[in-house]
């Protein structure tokens, strides 16, 4: 039970409501959060003057201004701590209904302010706005995050620019600065908010002008149909204050939004140009065809043909001599920033670059099968002309397929079958004695899926018995054979089938319950 205080003392009350009303607008806080802090800072002088080893406790009235300063105690049966605490019958004689555990509030008389006591009492009410002014300041900006930002410079500290955002300060980085971009006190300056930390210093807001999210924003602001989303920008790249590239995709058909993000004589693309300081920008057509979409990222230079590898994420774009350092670009910079924006590896060769390395893979291939089929290189040649690139294509390749080949008859077929079939059975038996001499056990070589040129990598790489290869871990065993072309899935089939002699005599084993299909398949299979 709190008792109220029977005395009340004003003191400058219209004054002290002014001020608290003052510093809230100021501040843009809240005028209770500023009363809060006056109560704080009376509270304070009030414990210098009586001893800070009692409980003592100020209220302002948030209408009239009144001070009151009281002293909580404690009501208890056996007293302790004669500061914060009162007997019962003590209580009583205050309030008859006093029990144990009600709390009686002592009135005080008003604090007779020194010079020291009130300027303790200005520090604590100056932290305590400040306080609340950053907390302020956090709130506002960490869901602002994303947005662009207008202040003005307030100093530059090392190269870091210090903006005022009129309700709060934001930092420029040197590294978020464009190349060659200086700014003096007083100059307006535009950034992408990025982060906002609560540190203890004060919430740090950090602005970018080379985040490729800026770029964007600014577009938004120039093309109305941007805003109103029907063009949409699907990938930015960029490399600040130089040249970046945008691609562009329209929702409505009719709209073209190459040309919307250019706008009248360029007025559009321009004004996004000359916030950057001059950074070029090409603005593509974005396209769900992979090789077109990359066609169009490496404008200007044309393009004569691509070779795509999905599995990779690799593209070879062919272009002709002319256009070849059109396509790298200066220093890179063109195949660079077209390679960030698809997500593709881009390998860029002429004309006369593919036709040779065409010829020297012709040359490989027929002599591999002059060499291991023991024909001639006419023959050779126009194996390698119909598309066999390997002895396995020729062993394995149905009869009728290399029937259909002009010239070559049942006889021709039946002898080019047999020596391709032959050779690669004195390849796997040369293999297979050399994996025997590197140590690699026959259980190890019966797991469906490892041939014996993997078997003798596995070994070189010290994988010799089961347990070697059960102890693998997928991405482990794919890096030791980068080359075989196996998938994850198929590299854990392979690795349980090496484990499942660990559950032999189990109904159920849990490694085998807890494995994908493929892995589950594998493990008895190995086991056969």
């Known amino acids: 039970m709190e008792t109220e205080p029977e005395g009340a003392t004003s003191w400058n009350r219209l004054e002290l409501l002014q001020i608290a009303d003052a510093v809230a607008r100021e501040k843009s806080i809240e005028r209770e959060t500023v009363i809060e802090a006056m109560e704080e800072a009376i509270q304070k002088a009030a414990r210098s003057k009586y001893g800070h080893e009692n409980d003592i406790r100020a209220e302002i009235n948030a209408k009239t201004g009144d001070i009151r300063i009281f002293r909580c105690l404690e009501v208890v049966d056996d007293i302790e701590n004669e500061s914060t605490q009162i007997s019962v019958e003590e209580a009583r004689g205050h309030n008859p209904d006093a029990r144990i555990g009600d709390v009686l509030a002592e009135p005080l008389p008003p604090v007779d302010y ?4 009130a300027q303790t009492a200005k520090q604590v009410i100056v932290q305590k706005v400040r306080d609340a002014e950053r907390e302020r300041q956090y709130e506002e900006y960490k869901d602002r995050i994303g947005e662009v930002a207008n202040g003005l410079v307030k100093r530059v500290d090392y190269g870091n620019v210090v903006v005022d955002l009129s309700r709060a300060e934001a930092i420029v980085r040197r590294d978020d600065l464009l190349p060659r971009e200086t700014f003096r006190q007083g100059d307006r300056i535009r950034g992408y908010i990025y982060d906002v930390r609560r540190e203890p210093r004060g919430p740090q807001i950090f602005l970018s002008r080379t985040h490729p999210q800026f770029m964007i924003q600014l577009f938004r602001q120039e093309v109305p149909e941007l805003y109103d989303g029907i063009i949409e920008i699907r990938a930015v790249a960029r490399d600040p204050g130089s040249r970046a590239k945008i691609a562009v995709l329209s929702n409505d058909t009719s709209i073209d939004p190459v040309g919307a993000c250019v706008g009248m004589r360029g007025s559009r693309v321009q004004a996004v140009v000359n916030e950057l300081q001059g950074e070029k920008i090409d603005i593509i057509q974005w396209s769900p065809d992979s090789a077109t979409f990359i066609v169009n990222a490496l404008a200007p230079a044309e393009v004569a043909k691509v070779v795509l590898d999905e599995e990779t994420q690799r593209i070879e774009v062919v272009v002709p001599d002319d256009q070849l350092s059109l396509a790298i670009g200066r220093r890179g910079q063109n195949v660079r920033l077209a390679s960030q924006l698809t997500g593709w590896d881009i390998d860029i060769l002429t004309e006369a670059e593919e036709s040779e390395r065409r010829q020297e893979e012709f040359r490989q291939r027929t002599a591999l099968f002059v060499d291991s089929l023991d024909v001639d290189e006419f023959l050779a040649q126009l194996l390698v002309t119909e598309g066999f690139s390997t002895i396995e294509d020729v062993a394995f390749v149905p009869e009728e397929e290399l029937a259909d080949i002009e010239g070559f008859d049942a006889d021709v077929v039946a002898e080019l079958h047999r020596r391709a079939n032959a050779f690669l059975e004195a390849r796997d038996a040369a293999l297979d004695e050399k994996r025997k001499e590197l140590g690699v056990a026959d259980d190890v070589a019966a797991i469906p899926g490892l041939t014996p040129a993997m078997l003798v990598v596995l070994g070189e790489g010290g994988v010799k018995v089961l347990d070697d290869l059960a102890d693998l871990a ?46 589950a398949e594998a493990a008895p299979a190995a086991g056969d």
């Open 114 to 117: 020194g010079r020291i006591a």
């Open 474 to 519: 997928s991405d482990e065993f794919l890096e030791m054979l980068p080359d075989a072309g196996f998938t994850a899935e198929e590299a854990d089939a392979i690795i349980m089938a090496a484990r499942a002699h660990w559950f032999e005599g189990d109904e159920a084993p849990a490694a085998a319950e807890s494995s994908d299909d493929a892995s």
